[in-house]
């Protein structure tokens, strides 16, 4: 987008900004109309009028803050370059390079807004019909088999029981074994 043998400084910089709020602010008068209930070609629809505020809200709120604070970068990097100009303590100079990328952030947000105008464009030339987005039919839930259902019979709950009195016993020995090493590592004095 940026041409390199051009020399880009603040005074560049500032043809951008005004470049971009003069087409950012003939979009939202352009698209006022449609949301103004006193006008002839008012769009009742809620939807579409909330998108056009949306467009309109953002576009207005690039241009009163962020080019506000791009454009006070510019005149900064301007005064800089005269050498009577004093930096208080604190202050920085602004480069040429730190305005061609703080640009290049701002510039996204224009195109992001520009995109909105054109979807609002295309749907102002389908008379403000949306496309109908095809339902989304959740996928039916698949049943899950695991295997044939078995019966327990009385052999197999015997061997259950005698497997859970087999732990029983193992932990209780284990449990006898750790206090009798207990006591042995630490023999009481009786008096």
Not at 53 to 73: E, H, V
Not at 87 to 110: C, H, I, N, P, S
């Amino acid at each position: 987008m940026l041409n390199r043998n051009i020399l880009m400084d603040g005074h560049y910089f500032i043809g951008l900004l005004e470049k971009s709020t003069q087409q950012i602010n003939a979009l939202c008068d352009e698209f006022q109309v449609y949301i103004d209930e006193s006008s002839d070609v008012y769009v009742k629809n809620e939807d579409i009028q909330g998108q056009i505020q949306t467009a309109i809200g953002k576009g207005q709120l690039l241009i009163n803050q962020k080019f506000k604070q791009f454009r006070g970068l510019c005149d900064k990097n301007i005064n800089a370059k005269n050498d009577s100009l004093q930096l208080k303590e604190g202050e920085f100079v602004t480069r040429d390079e730190d305005l061609a990328g703080f640009w290049d952030m701002v510039y996204l947000q224009v195109e992001d807004i520009n995109r909105m105008f054109e979807k609002l464009s295309e749907l102002r030339k389908n008379n403000w019909i949306t496309e109908a987005k095809p339902a989304i039919k959740p996928a039916p839930k698949k049943k899950v088999t695991t295997g044939p259902k078995t019966t327990e019979t009385a052999a197999s709950k015997a061997r259950a029981e005698a497997a859970r009195q087999r732990i029983q016993e193992m932990k209780k020995k284990a449990a006898l074994a750790k206090n009798q090493n207990n006591e042995q590592q630490n023999p009481q004095i009786i008096n």
